[in-house]
């Protein structure tokens, strides 16, 4: 099983160096988060969306972290997807999964060079991701995208642990799902903008369990951010303090961004998981900056729920 890194849209589903082989278009994509799991099955030569499926979760049974067990119970997860699959019309083909950003650590390095052998670059990467978490595990499993080979080379290097990620693993496979791609819902959602449109950009997402910023200048991923969230208050989606918290880490972001890459954002682009949270968050960003405040528009399958359409976006990043 492998993670992709998926950093620059040119890149995102093509072959990694690494542990993984990304399919074109996958047959279909899961996302799995703290409050549920969300599905769509793809029609591959017509690159529309079958079907759909959405499993709401209970507390405490996902809860990601990146060194301790993310599955509490497996054998329920995965009797309770395999009942959903019916409702997918899932017929066994490669799929992609998007899993909780708290179970991963993903960094933006810069080097002045990069050795050519894969074994020093490898070796140079753990060096650095060591100055930011010194006790990392015996079992890490790390993959990486250069992503301008030139002078100065910016390296998005994504880490996980080989034990959280066979979680996952074991849990889709005995739901009868053959995963083809490991990757996030932030880079997901990042093949969803234009970057020849918009170089200079700001991503944030607000999920139950995290939040995640993701700064693009020039064109290159230059930040990568993951805050968590408090697990015990994971299903109070318009807890003020959580707006709040959300907005002040914006805040920092952009002024941290404007002074370190004196480049101008042209956009911000807000998603999250709930609804009500996405239009809390937007009420109070709107009018705050020089620059847009954007929304994903994706074209939902028919029959999708209000309450559905947040849970559903990340996965349309996987389809081309």
């Excluded at 947040?310 to 996965?315: A, M, N, S, T």
Aim: net charge positive; with cysteine; glycine share 4%.
């Amino acid at each position: 099983m492998e993670l992709s890194s998926a950093p620059t849209r040119a890149s995102f589903g093509q072959k990694l160096k690494g542990f993984f082989t990304a399919p074109p278009c996958p047959g279909a994509v899961f996302l799995i988060s703290t409050t549920a799991v969300s599905a769509i099955s793809v029609a591959a030569r017509e690159k529309k969306v079958r079907s759909h499926a959405v499993l709401l979760l209970h507390p405490g049974l996902v809860e990601p972290h990146f060194d301790k067990k993310n599955i509490q119970d497996p054998v329920a997860l995965a009797d309770a997807l395999k009942r959903e699959l019916i409702r997918l019309h899932y017929a066994g083909e490669k799929a992609a999964c998007l899993l909780p950003e708290p179970c991963l650590r993903i960094f933006v390095f810069s080097f002045e060079s990069l050795p050519m052998p894969e074994k020093e670059r490898r070796k140079l990467f753990l060096w650095r991701a060591k100055k930011q978490l010194p006790l990392l595990p015996d079992d890490i499993r790390l993959s990486y995208q250069v992503m301008n080979a030139g002078t100065s080379p910016r390296v998005l290097v994504s880490l996980a642990r080989a034990s959280v990620l066979d979680e996952y693993e074991n849990v889709l496979q005995k739901a009868g799902i053959k995963v083809g791609l490991l990757t996030t819902p932030t880079l997901s959602l990042l093949n969803l903008v234009d970057w020849e449109k918009e170089r200079d950009f700001l991503l944030v997402n607000v999920t139950a369990d995290s939040t995640s910023l993701v700064a693009v200048s020039d064109g290159l991923i230059s930040l990568f951010r993951i805050k968590p969230h408090s697990l015990e208050s994971a299903g109070q989606a318009l807890d003020r303090f959580k707006v709040e918290n959300v907005m002040t880490e914006i805040d920092n972001t952009i002024h941290f961004l404007e002074d370190r890459e004196k480049r101008t954002l042209s956009a911000l682009w807000l998603h999250s998981d709930s609804a009500a949270l996405k239009a809390a968050l937007g009420d109070g960003l709107r009018g705050r900056f020089s620059f847009p405040v954007k929304e994903f528009n994706v074209a939902f399958p028919s029959g999708c729920r209000e309450s559905e359409k947040g849970l559903l976006v990340p996965l349309f990043g996987q389809m081309p």
